[in-house]
Each structure stands twice: as C-alpha cells, then as structure tokens.
C-alpha cells in the first residue's frame, strides 16, 4: 500500500503523463488529415491503448498509451495526492483548488464521454416533431400496424442470426457496410446480377463504400438480410438508408435528373417503395433509419431566418423560431434558438446546427428548413466549474508569487 | 556636459521618433485631382460599409502585393519611377480605364505563367515581374482553361504553378470587378450615354412590350435599349462592391448596375448615378475642375443622407494613412538594437533610450489598436491578422513591466524583438485582403471574442515572452561574456513567473474555448485540430512547472524547455491551420509553411546550443577562480 501511494503520488508519474498527454494530442492531432476527426477520436482518444498510427499518410508503427488510459491515470495521481498531501495553509490554497478544479474537469469529461448522446432534430418549415435521430446511429425497424420493433445497427453483425419474441421469423445478416453507395439499374444495359432478386435490389445496385472522414459527413448503411420462417426462407432482401432519407432520396433524384424529370421521379419512386414480408396473415415492413429517441414533448419549427452581409454569401446569422408544445407541463410557449443561443430543455440542449434558408433556398425552390444539434449531457456543467476553480486557484498562485517577488525587490 | 547628453537623449530620440511618425501619418495636398477626398467616399464591400481608400489599398495588396503603385516599374530606384497612391489607382480603374489598363499593376512572379500566358520578360518597358489589364487581355482564354483544370486540384496538393494559376484568375476577377463598379467598363463618355439610356427608358419600354405582343416595334430603339441592358447585367453578375448610398426611405447599399436596372422598373436613377457619373466623364476627359466639383455634390449628396458612412469612412482613411503598425514596426527595431548595445558598453543612456523608445512604440502600436477596435465595434482579435497584432502587443507590455523591475535591458529587447516579429507577420497576412473582414454567424459574439480568444493571445504572447527570456539566456551565454550569475539566475526567475502566467491564462482561455463550444455547438471539447493545440500549450507549460517543482530541471533545464515553448506556440498558432482540417482551418500557404519550418529548425539549434557542455559557453569558460598569485 504504502508503495502503491508512493508511486501515484510522485511528481515523476505526473511528468510521464503530461509528456505521454502531450506526444498523444500531437499524433492525434496530424492524424485527423488521414483518419478523419472521429477515426482520430476512436483510435487515440477513446482508447486504453493506442497501437500504430497516421502520419503525413504514412503508417508509423508505435504504441501509445490512449486517452483514457492517460485520463485515469492523471486522475488517479490527482486524487491520491490530494488526499495524502493536504496541506491547509495560505501558500498552498491557490495550487489545492487549481488542481481539485483539474479533477473536476476530467471527471466531467469522463461522464460526459459515458453519458452523453449527440443527436439531431431536422424539420422544414410548419413541421412538428417530437423525437430526434442520432447523427452516428442507425436502426433496423420493422412495423407491423402500430406496432414498431426495433433493433440497434450495432448488433446486427454479419453472420448474427437474431430471433425476436415480436416478430414471427429469424434475421440472418449476410451483409453489414457502414458507409455504402448505389447505382440505379438501367435497364438494356449489361448489368451484374442484382445483390438479390426481393425489392429495392432489382432497380438498384448497393455496395460498400470507406468510413466518412469530416464531421460535415455521415454513413449511410446498407444491409442484406435473409428471414428465415420455420416454413422456409423469405429470400434476401436489401435494407438501406438510402431508402429512407428524404435528403438522400432527392440527392439521387437530381443525380438522375439528365434522364428526365419523370424518369428521375421514377427512380426516386422505385427506391422509397416500401418493403415488406407477409408471415402468419401479417404484414410487416421493414426500412432502416437514424436510431430515435422519443421526446414527451414537441418543437414545431415555425421561422428559419438565415441572414448574410449585404452584398456578400458571408452567414451573418441563422435562427429558427420554434414553439414547444408539452401536453404534460401543458405549456405552450414560443422561443428562438440561434448561433450560441441554445435551447435548454428537457434535460436536453438543442443547438442551431444547419440551415437551408434565405435566398439561396428560395431561388432553388426549398422550403426553409432548419437542423438543431440535440445533445443530452448530464456533465454539461462541470466545464463551468472546473474552470473557474482552476482560474481562481493559478490567480492566488500567481499573486502570492508576485506579491512576493515585488516585497523582495523592494527590501533587497 | 556628458551630464546634459546622458539626461537629454532619451528624450530627443523620442522626439525625433515621433516627429518621424506625425510626418508619415499628414494626408498629401492633391494637386490636381483631388483623389484623397475621392478616398473617403464611403462604399459597401465585402460585407461592410469602408472608404474607397481601403477598397483600393486592399484591392491593390491582393493584385500588386503593394500598397501603391510603380507605375514605370522598370526604371531603378534612382531614375525616379512615377509612383502613385491606391486611391489614383483604384480611381482611374473605376472611371478612366483606357490610362489605367496599361499600367503594369498585376504582380506575376511564377515563371512557367509568364512563358504560358507569352509576357515579356525583363527589358527597357518591362521589369518581367509586373503587367498590365492590356498585356494579359489576350491569354484571358488560356488562364481561364488552366484554372478551371485547377480548381479540381485540392488546394492543399497543388504545384507553385498552380497556385500561381489561381492567384492571378482571382486577381483578374478583382480588377475586372473594380472596371465595372461606377460604369460599364470600357465605355466611351459615360455621362453622355446615361443621358441617352434615361431618354430611351420609356421608348426602348415601348417597342420591347409591342415586340412581346407581336406588334409592330421601333427596331433602333429595341437594339440600343437591349444592348445596354445586356451592358448591365454583365456588370451585376460581378458582385462589384456597392457604391450607391440607401435610396430615400429605404436600408440597402446597392451596386450600380442595380440602380442602373431598376430604373425602367419605375425606380428614377437618383443624384448619386449622376455624380459618380459626372466624376467618370471629368477624370476620362482630363478636366480636374470638373471632377473636383462633381466630387463636392456626391460628398454632400451623401453627407445628407448618410453622415454616419462618410464620418467612419473618413475615419478610416485616418487609419489607413497612419499605418501605425508598420512605424511602431520601424520604431521596435531601433529600440532592440539599442538595447543590445547597451549589454555590451553597458551604457546606462542608451538602455534608457530604448526604455522611451519603446514606449513611444507601444503607444502608436495601442492608438492602432484600440482604432481597429472602435472603427470594427469588435473586442481586439477577430482572425489571425489581429492575433498576431495583439500577440505583438502583449509581449510588448509583460518586456516592459519585466524591465521596470530588471533594468537591465532584457525586458526591452524581448519586447521590441517580439514587437517586430509579430508585426512582420501581420504585415504578411494584410497581404490575404481585408483585414476588417465581417465575422461569420458563429464567430458574431463579442462576449467569446472578448474572454476566450483575448485569454488564449495572451497565454500565447506569454508564452513566447518566456521562450525569447530563454533565448536571450542561451545566445548571451554561448556567444559573449556578459552573461553573468546573477543575469543568468534573474533571467531564469523571469521565465519562471512567465511560465506561471502563461499557464494561467492558456489554461483559462481552452475552457473557455470549450464552454464557447459547449454553447454553440453543443460539446465542450471536439479534439478540434486549433483545440488540441492549445490544449498542448497548457499540458506544456504545467508540464514545465511539475518539472520545476521536482527539481527534475534546474536553470538551465528550465531555459531549454521554454525554449520548446516557442515551438509548440506556432504550432498551436500557425501550424494546425496548415493541416487543412477542423474548424479553424484557414488554408496551407507554401510560404508560410516554409517559414515555420525555419522558425522551428532555428529554435531546435538554439536548444541544442542550450545543451553544449558550459566549458563551451563563452559566459562560462573563465578560469574559475581569478585569485592573484
């Protein structure tokens, strides 16, 4: 025990791990050109133990220890010397609170990272919504009447047989491409033979595409899928979300629109057609979406304003006024979000994140529409905190060193 | 009578100094034309509301690199070349292009460009380096094509050519904007054919209705009318900046091809087209007193109905010509090198001078500072032109107050050496257009600007205010003998309490950051590329001090590591924008890139001088004990 203190409270520990933190944020950093900010963060931030990485496109072999490995550590350290080097005297509060400020901090970054969920809300103008989808995460639904199942993209791994208590039939996944593109079928042309025979994959050909890089980008998943009912197999069907996007189904429409206006609308019609499988008399359809979380209450979006400088593209401004309807609270109320306005409400943060509004939409023919960043983090104060403990704290330091710096030279 | 010198020369240097300074900064009497009132014309560009005087500087940074023109750049220096302002340039491109389309104001230095677009190389008419609107008219066509197989190429991967393709289209479309801002370019008596075009509003309207309705229509009339039409949508499709004050009753700055535009629409051309008219005609036909009267109605035209625009514009114009960031630059340089004179005669005088003439510096570098900061109504760092101006004058201030303590010139020489070098580097980035650009939507919070962005330049200047302490402590020590104990031990005490400070304030400003981001985006921290850079500053700087506190480096273990302080602040500062990701990404220029490099190599040698064995250090290599025998 005693050598166990010993060593996490060495200054030597704390100096290895701030030169460890700081060569890990450097790599980290550079090797966003080529793995992209959330390969960046999967692969050295998130992570116990970082093995290889990216530099100048270059593959580098090393190991690092990771994040949270670093991020524990420091914690440790901090803490353990805190409570066994309590020192209550003038000289020391400034370092104490700076330091107990640092813990805060790091354990608030710690939950958030565990806690928090990071989804969106996109509405055009006079929609209502009472659910938001997340920006990473799909799902597999099937719909039967008003009755929805649904499964998390993330277990359903290639090869996985699923058997669900709601749904009369097994799920075998035989494919699962995070990142996917498609091409439409022409017909008269020498195609390949389709993914499969059932659907969507007659007029479409789906395949697997790289893990998007930048923030800005998102995955489009396509699965292929087989039910197998006791009387035998349903076939092989594809899932995708290109199916059901409305932003990416019009992305496709214009991709086609050479062809003709009708022949595009055409191909947008064959890819939303719903898919579906009748077993037992029932019927059940089936499409994948961003994961959804379900809000007891609704936000309608009623103005999308995007202003720019006269004369210029430059954003000046975007807000979306929206009104909050809670049937429990029974409020009604009207409010703003904007540019560092959020709404807090809920237990959730809703952010004005993008915007298709103003001029630019209205000589393209859109309907101003509005996408709010929807973000529950239960740590969103702790940064609050932390940071005016660490502020406070190097303050006093500081001028308790110069204050003694001044006394001294004054009385040589 | 050495008494009297010693006392009175700080003082007469600061004079002369400031003399120097009133001197550069006094508007020049116009002779003819008078261009400097044309200057303060107020005009929408770029997003805000500025004088013609900066349309035409910052115009000119972008096409010549300069903010004047030589207009017969081939003769030397001593053959007197015929130099003449921005705003006589900007005028005659606006209103008078058959003079100025020939002079040689397009900067082109890339020497597989000059050969493509067939530019003659240097001789008795030509330095080789600069030409005119006429003599790349012909190979319009042959940039246009390379440019557009350019613009597919990632900005990041492009070749010196390449970029020089792309450069010199955007200098073409800013000249070809700033032709077709106050008249259709190329026309001939602008005055007179307005005139014509208002006569022929209600026929040219009649014969185009008769001619959609299948009558029959005046065919001259319908040609004319159409044809000047056309003439004025081509100048709308421009985006040239907006020079029509708001029409009566109404908010919108408008260019003139909108005013020219609405006009059979039933909106009557107003005052203003027909005096900026009138100056085109004046200035085309060589009449001053006709342009300088002309000059005077727009004046009070828009002295009526916007005196607001034409007081900041002027105010402007004040600014632009005070150019207190170059002169503070000139006045820094000869404050440095009076203090280091002062180390090696260790004259008392000349350290004291440098004390006033730093001072004199500072209060010129402040007066433009707090300026930029009324005329933008913005906290005083809004991009990395002004960071690099408030680095510059942070730095300045710690010198000073170190020098107030020490006296023994450091302070001083850290001050106008970080002083020079960050305004050089804002010197350069002035060269990317204006610097008084309009913040964009997330970026429009005085409240962030204020805290986060000022308590991070602040943690930067610091922190490079203790890497040149350190530097100073290796070069004073490896190359001369004036580094003595006590210099050595006050110096490393500097650092320390540098250090200190600079941890406070980068630590404050990246949670500040991060709540910043926690309100706008909805995360406190992203690992943003600029993020982690500032997070690697904070981790350095405590990293240094836990070193410190464990005795695991002592004096000269301490210089060393602020030393690598420089480095990791330009990387935070310059080098994660490089990268071409993330956030605050501002694009890969080659030659700052280069200068980077440079920056970093020269800082690892300081380092490794700071690690040579003391026998080799000059202060140190003294027989240790001087005893008499």
């Keep these: 025990m005693k050598k166990f203190v010993e060593f996490f409270t060495s200054l030597k520990l704390t100096v290895v791990l701030l030169a460890f933190s700081i060569v890990l944020v450097f790599v980290g950093t550079l090797a966003q050109a080529d793995e992209g900010l959330y390969g960046a963060q999967a692969h050295y931030f998130k992570q116990w133990i970082v093995i290889g990485a990216h530099m100048f496109g270059h593959k580098i072999p090393l190991v690092l220890p990771g994040g949270y490995l670093l991020g524990v550590l420091l914690l440790v350290n901090l803490v353990t010397t805190h409570v066994y080097r309590f020192e209550l005297t003038w000289k020391k509060t400034g370092i104490q609170l700076a330091h107990a400020g640092v813990i805060v901090l790091l354990v608030g970054q710690l939950s958030t990272d565990l806690l928090s ?13 009472n659910y938001s989808d997340s920006a990473t995460q799909y799902e597999l639904i099937f719909r039967n009447g008003d009755e929805v199942t649904a499964i998390a993209e993330k277990i359903l791994k290639p090869g996985t047989e699923l058997k669900l208590a709601s749904l009369p039939f097994t799920i075998r996944v035989k494919e699962h491409w995070r990142n996917s593109d498609l091409n439409f079928r022409a017909p008269m042309m020498q195609n390949a033979p389709p993914l499969t025979t059932n659907g969507v994959a007659l007029n479409f050909d789906f395949h697997q595409t790289e893990d998007v890089k930048t923030t800005d980008q998102r995955n489009v998943p396509t699965l292929l899928l087989e039910f197998l009912t006791p009387a035998g197999s349903l076939g092989a069907w594809v899932a995708s979300d290109w199916c059901g996007d409305a932003a990416l189904v019009a992305a496709v429409r214009d991709g086609y629109a050479q062809m003709g206006a009708s022949m595009a609308q055409k191909i947008a019609g064959a890819l939303t057609a719903p898919q579906s499988l009748t077993v037992d008399g029932k019927n059940y359809t089936f499409l994948v979406r961003p994961a959804r979380v379900i809000h007891p209450f609704m936000l309608t979006l009623l103005k999308a304003t995007h202003t720019t400088y006269p004369g210029t593209d430059i954003p000046k401004d975007f807000r979306s006024r929206v009104r909050i309807d809670n049937q429990a609270s029974g409020e009604h109320r009207e409010v703003e979000i904007s540019m560092n306005h959020p709404l807090r409400y809920g237990g959730y943060t809703f952010y004005q994140y993008q915007m298709d509004a103003g001029e630019m939409a209205a000589q393209a023919g859109r309907k101003p529409s509005s996408v709010l960043s929807v973000v529950r983090n239960p740590g969103w104060l702790t940064p609050y905190i932390g940071c005016t403990m660490v502020g406070i704290g190097l303050t006093i330091q500081f001028l308790y060193h110069l204050v003694g710096f001044v006394t001294k030279k004054r009385t040589p | 009578m050495k008494m009297i010198l010693q006392k009175w020369t700080p003082p007469f240097l600061l004079l002369v100094m400031a003399l120097w300074f009133f001197g550069n900064a006094s508007a020049p009497k116009d002779k003819t034309f008078a261009y400097g009132e044309f200057s303060q014309l107020p005009v929408t560009f770029n997003g805000r509301v500025k004088p013609m005087d900066s349309v035409a500087r910052n115009s000119l940074l972008e096409i010549r690199e300069k903010q004047t023109l030589n207009t017969e750049p081939w003769k030397a220096w001593n053959e007197q070349p015929k130099i ?60 246009a094509k390379e440019n557009a197989r350019v613009e597919k190429v990632e900005s990041a991967s492009r070749t010196a050519y390449e970029n020089a393709i792309a450069k010199l289209e955007q200098r073409v479309s800013l000249y070809a904007q700033l032709r077709n801002t106050l008249q259709p370019a190329d026309i001939q008596n602008w005055p007179l054919q307005l005139a014509e075009y208002e006569r022929l509003i209600p026929l040219g309207l009649a014969a185009a209705q008769a001619q959609q309705a299948g009558r029959q229509f005046d065919q001259t009339n319908f040609n004319i009318f159409v044809g000047y039409i056309s003439t004025f949508q081509f100048m709308a499709g421009l985006e040239a900046p907006l020079v029509l004050p708001p029409a009566d009753g109404e908010h919108q700055w408008r260019r003139m091809s909108d005013a020219l535009l609405a006009a059979p629409k039933g909106k009557p051309l107003d005052a203003a087209v027909h005096d900026y008219a009138k100056l085109c005609g004046a200035l085309a036909a ?37 150019e207190p960031f170059y002169n503070a630059m ?14 090696f005669n260790l004259s008392e005088t000349l350290r004291r001078s440098a004390v006033w003439l730093t001072w004199l510096a500072l209060a010129i570098h402040t007066t433009g500072l707090v300026y930029r900061m009324v005329l933008e109504g913005r906290p005083p ?43 050089i580097i804002a010197h350069h ?43 100073i402590y290796i070069l004073r020590g490896v190359f ?77 273990g301490l210089v060393n590591c602020a030393i690598f302080g420089n480095i990791v602040t330009a990387w935070s500062w310059f080098g994660v924008n490089m990268l071409g990701i993330g956030l605050h990404s501002y694009g890969f220029t080659e030659a700052a890139f280069k200068w980077l490099m440079l920056f970093v190599v020269s800082q690892l040698g300081c380092i490794a001088l700071g690690l040579l064995p003391l026998k080799w250090w000059k202060s140190f290599s003294r027989a240790p004990v001087n005893t008499p025998a």
Aim: charged share 15%; hydrophobic share 50%; with cysteine.
């Design chain 2, 286 to 322: 060589n009449q001053p007193d006709q342009f300088n009267a002309a000059l005077a109605d727009l004046r009070s035209e828009i002295a009526r109905t916007q005196p607001q625009a034409l007081d900041k514009a002027r105010a402007e114009v004040f600014f632009n010509r005070m």
């Design chain 2, 84 to 143: 003449i302002s921005a705003s006589e340039w900007l005028a005659n491109v606006m209103m008078n292009s058959a003079v100025a389309d020939d002079w040689p104001c397009f900067r082109v230095d890339n020497p597989d460009l000059i050969s493509l677009l067939k530019l003659p190389e240097k001789s008795a008419k030509s330095d080789g380096k600069h030409y005119s609107w006429n003599q790349l008219m012909p190979m319009f066509d042959t940039l």
């Design chain 1, 117 to 129: 969920r990071e989804l969106q809300m996109r509405f055009t103008g006079g929609e209502s919504r």
């Design chain 2, 429 to 471: 980035l002035a060269l990317e257009g204006d610097t008084m650009e309009m913040m964009r939507a997330v970026l429009d919070t005085n409240f962030w600007l204020a805290t986060h962005v000022v308590a991070v330049t602040v943690g930067y200047a610091s922190t490079y205010v203790a890497g040149f302490l350190a530097l």
């Design chain 2, 330 to 343: 000139v006045i820094y340089i000869l404050a440095g090198l009076l203090a280091v004179f002062s180390w």
């Design chain 2, 480 to 556: 001369t003998k004036t580094l003595d104990a006590a210099t050595g031990k006050s110096l490393a005490r500097m650092i320390y309490g540098i250090v200190c400070f600079a941890t406070l304030f980068s630590f404050v400003g990246t949670v500040l950051g991060g709540i910043w981001a926690d309100q706008s985006w909805g995360r406190f921290w992203g690992w943003d590329p600029k993020e982690n850079g500032a997070l690697i500053i904070v981790l350095w700087n405590a990293l240094i001090l836990h070193l410190r506190w464990g005795g695991i480096i002592r004096e000269r």
């Design chain 2, 381 to 423: 760092v809004t991009n990395l032109y002004s960071s690099a101006i408030f680095i510059g004058w942070g730095s300045v201030v710690l010198g000073l107050i170190l020098e107030k303590f020490h006296k023994n010139g450091i302070g001083i020489v850290v001050a106008s050496v970080i002083g020079f070098l960050t305004l």
